[in-house]
């Protein structure tokens, strides 16, 4: 019985991974900086201006959200069911509104 050689191959193919990053430092096209105990509670936000994923605090996506001077009115509904403004206590003073 007559068997078959193969020569194997000296130039070795390259290959890519497929996996799915896990972990968010490991995202290449994102600027988190040092992901520690001061980046909890922050928000992964696109960043058009350096076409990159950051980090952003609650704070900052309202001031961006209402830099058109309007809310969406889903956000305000939601806010508006879950104050119960019998829990607030003290002093509370709402401001100043434009336009009166």
């Not at 896990?22 to 995202?27: A, E, P, Q, R, V």
């Amino acid at each position: 019985m007559a068997s078959i050689v193969v020569k194997k191959s000296t130039n070795p193919r390259s290959v890519t991974s497929q996996l799915q990053r896990t972990k968010l430092s490991d995202m290449t096209d994102a600027s988190f900086g040092t992901l520690d105990a001061s980046s909890d509670g922050k928000f992964i936000s696109y960043d058009e201006d350096i076409k990159k994923f950051t980090l952003v605090s609650a704070d900052d996506l309202l001031i961006e959200s209402v830099e058109d001077d309007d809310l969406p009115n889903a956000f305000v509904s939601i806010v508006e069911d879950q104050i119960d403004l019998g829990e607030v206590t003290g002093n509370v003073d709402g401001g100043t509104f434009s336009g009166e």
